[in-house]
């Protein structure tokens, strides 16, 4: 096998967090549905209507299947932006005069955080659980945090910049216990790790099928039915999607994500395990080659697609300049464009310099063993470049605390 | 198994060759367009070109902002939901998506045509102080009656009352023109266009102030959180710039619908064809079949091959009549024997014909039934 080369315009693509190349096979079943298979599946008058919903049924079982759903749990939305917001708000608006208290997390994606504060304007309380170094959630805070006004506890399956995944199966226990609803975002988790809403006791789960190598703009929000849970609706209209979420299904999106979980549940087990090998070859690889590197997030409790590392010495920006030919992100899409330091690293107690010397390295299921090396090899060459020209460098290598320093201020 | 006519086109229209052909080649692309990286870039690019391509398509002014969500439906909800109004106002004839909003509606009543009674509307806007959302659609779905939304325009506006406009329905099949009409918001579909499913369009002229419904990570201005479905919105860009450049052809359209009303009368002269009297849409026709209920209609069409249907497919199936014949006065006995035909583009003569024949079939069926009755 030849070796791809890799440039600026055509860079290898290492931002499976960020978004997922459609899988080809999923992109075959939905073709017909663009076209000769067209109709509106809630047409209820003739062949073409019945034909997507047909279409939409068999895909909202294979949704359902992978979470270990029924499918009459199952709601279609445009992505898991949305199911977020409609699972926090539905439930804030539905039980709000009674329970008015949330409990999320510092580390949640922006969408989770901007519905929450938004909420805190309505006059709801919002509690933000810390986390521990390793990025996971302290079960203990979590049980102190309850009480009887708390209607929601939202904690995501997996960290979309560390990769770290939450005790979910604990928290769904503490939850039920209490009688609290528990969300989670699981847009990194599915077809990622095994998840099970029934064992987990997990009542609302947010998926995105852009994600797991389905279409971009379709989601799924799983809403409990037994205990029921129920929700005031965000969109309003026809009354699909049991009223929960109106408008006209996009039947070829529903179908690609119905194939893309039926690819993610057959093939997650043998996938895991090549990724976590390839985990494994890029971090020793990397270890080998450059001094002071730092994991970011737990070491085991994290998906095999994800590594999150430091380079000390190194500025965030000119390494990311230095590597052009690598798509690669600083932080998550939605806030990577702003230059802060990511609020996750900084939440998991990571220093200033360190957060801004960070990459989010993403793996899926078109990255090969070359892919591995020619990233090691770049990265590996980029860094001790940019740190021989560092002073920074330098003097740590003299043995000089850098913290010891009085800038001065110009 | 007889070929299949398929005059549905208000429900969902199949999807163009060019928009489908580009919505391939962006799905073959990687990228979040809000990542930094070369890839990310390359996506923020298709979706930034897709955005100034709809700003020219409507004629939109260059601040307006155009805001991309997943559907019609989002972007109506969007309108209404985002805006600070104190009071909304809309016609008694707007799609489920405005009815059912979660917000306090003053209903503005409709004329025996389905067009907005323009006196009531002036009376309710001077009634009240406070600044009020007027919101009604550019063409209905079921009648395909056209509003007349300059003079609505000019009403609210005299007042300090903003318009926005349900244009699912008309783009693509009569003139959209924004800054010419002078709406504030205007609520956009591709698949109602030969665009694909699963996008939409809100655009919002620089005066308006909104707050987001999704929040998330700032995507849209802010105004509508979410990964950018970019495919389905390249793609939609192609449908609507294709479908308004081409906009002549609804002429040849506008000749069948007409016709095939021709025809029908002439086998029902009872028949009765909603909103005829006024401005339609080239391509809809909401036609009854006396003492014959829609859903034996729409029944007997579909085993003969024929798709249309009793009214919106947002009905999701439950077959009662139309509540927007019902605003428009329409008796109940009346309204239940109303199915709407609606062609696309590439309708032919045989597609129209075929429809007043099974039309004729039925009617001369039932009627010989109930004269033996």
Redesign the interface.
């Known amino acids: 096998m030849t070796a791809q080369t890799w440039t600026q315009n055509n860079p290898l693509y290492l931002d499976y967090q960020a978004t997922t190349p459609t899988d080809p096979r999923v992109v075959e079943t939905m073709t017909p549905y663009w076209t000769e298979k067209f109709g509106n599946p809630h047409s209820r008058n003739h062949h073409f209507g019945w034909e997507a919903e047909d279409a939409v049924a068999i895909a909202r079982e294979r949704v359902a299947s992978i979470i270990g759903a029924s499918s009459k749990e199952v709601i279609f939305t445009s992505g898991a932006t949305e199911s977020n917001n409609l699972a926090i708000k539905g439930i804030a608006k539905f039980y709000g005069d009674q329970k008015n208290h949330i409990i999320t997390c510092v580390t949640e994606h922006k969408c989770v955080l901007e519905t929450c504060r938004s909420l805190q304007q309505d006059g709801f309380d919002v509690t933000y659980l810390h986390v521990k170094e390793n990025g996971l959630i302290d079960l203990d805070d979590l049980k102190a945090a309850i009480t009887e006004k708390t209607a929601l506890v939202s904690i995501m399956a997996v960290n979309n910049e560390i990769g770290v995944i939450q005790p979910l199966a604990e928290i769904g226990k503490i939850c039920r216990d209490n009688k609290v609803f528990f969300h989670t975002d699981a847009a990194q988790a599915v077809g990622k790790i095994p998840l099970d809403v029934e064992t987990m006791n997990i009542d609302l789960m947010s998926i995105s099928a852009h994600k797991m190598y389905g279409p971009m703009g379709v989601g799924a929000l799983f809403v409990r039915r037994r205990p029921r849970v129920r929700l005031v609706p965000l969109i309003h209209g026809g009354g699909q999607e049991r009223g929960m979420r109106s408008g006209t299904l996009p039947t070829p999106l529903v179908v690609g994500f119905g194939m893309a979980c039926e690819l993610a549940e057959k093939e997650m087990g043998a996938e895991a395990e090549r990724l976590r090998g390839f985990q494994h070859r890029l971090y020793e690889g990397l270890r080998q080659r450059i001094p002071e590197i730092f994991i970011n997030g737990d070491k085991e409790n994290r998906v095999p697609g994800n590594l999150n590392i430091s380079f000390a010495y190194v500025e965030g920006e000119g390494l990311m300049m230095g590597i052009k030919d690598l798509g690669v992100s600083s932080g998550s899409a939605c806030t990577s464009a702003s230059l802060e330091p990511s609020y996750v690293l900084r939440a998991l107690g990571v220093e200033e310099e360190l957060a801004h010397t960070s990459l989010r390295l993403g793996l899926g299921r078109f990255t090969t063993e070359e892919d591995i090396d020619y990233a090691i090899e770049r990265i590996s060459v980029e860094v001790n470049r940019l740190r021989e020209l560092s002073p920074l460098w330098d003097m740590a290598q003299a043995g000089v605390d850098l913290k010891s320093i009085k800038w001065a201020e110009h | 198994m007889n070929a ?1 006519v ?1 005059l ?1 086109h208000n ?5 163009q060759s060019l928009a ?1 052909q580009r ?2 080649e962006v ?2 692309m ?3 367009p ?7 870039r390359q996506a923020r690019r298709v979706v930034e070109e897709a955005r100034e391509q709809m700003r020219q398509v409507i004629n939109g002014p260059r601040n307006a902002s155009l805001v991309f ?6 972007a ?2 969007l309108a209404l ?1 985002g805006s600070n109004a104190d009071r909304i106002l809309v016609s008694a004839g707007e ?4 009815m ?3 917000k306090a509606l003053e209903h503005v009543v409709i004329d025996k045509n389905g067009l907005v009674d323009l006196d009531r509307l002036q009376t309710l806007l001077a009634d009240k102080k406070g600044n009020a959302l007027v919101s009604v659609m550019l063409a209905n779905n079921e009648t395909g009656a056209v509003q007349d939304l300059k003079t609505i325009v000019k009403l609210a506006h005299n007042v300090g009352a903003l318009v926005h406009t349900d244009a699912v329905q008309a783009l693509g099949k009569i003139k959209v023109d924004f800054s010419d009409l002078g709406v504030d918001m205007m609520s956009l ?1 591709a ?1 109602k266009t030969g665009g ?4 939409g369009a809100l655009i919002v002229d620089a005066n308006v102030k909104m707050n987001p ?7 849209e201005s802010g105004l509508r ?8 919105i390249a793609a939609f860009a192609v449908a609507a710039q294709h479908a308004t450049a081409d906009i002549g052809r609804m002429e040849r359209v506008k000749i069948l619908r007409d016709e095939l009303e021709q025809e029908i009368l002439k086998i029902a002269p009872q028949a009765q064809i909603m909103a005829q009297a006024v401005d339609r849409l080239p391509n809809t026709s909401f036609v009854t079949m006396p003492n014959v209920t829609s859903e034996t209609q ?2 007997a ?2 085993l003969a091959g024929v ?4 009214g ?6 439950k ?1 009662k009549s139309s509540s927007v014949l019902s605003a428009m006065g329409v008796a109940d006995d009346v309204a239940k024997t109303a199915v709407r035909v609606s062609f696309g583009p590439d309708s032919t003569k045989a597609d129209m014909e075929s429809f007043v024949s099974v039309y004729k079939d039925l009617y001369q069926r039932k009627a010989h039934n109930l004269n033996a009755a």
């Open positions: 299949t398929y549905d429900a969902t229209s199949p999807l489908k919505m391939v799905m073959d990687e990228g979040n809000s990542s930094v990286h070369t890839v990310g969500t997943s559907s019609g439906t989002e109506n909800t939901m799609h489920a998506s405005i059912g909003i979660n579909s698949h694909p499913l699963g996008v419904i999704n929040r998330g990570g700032g995507q959180g979410g990964t950018e479905n970019i495919p389905a729409v029944m069409f579909d798709c249309v249907s009793a919106s497919a947002c009905g999701s199936g077959t």
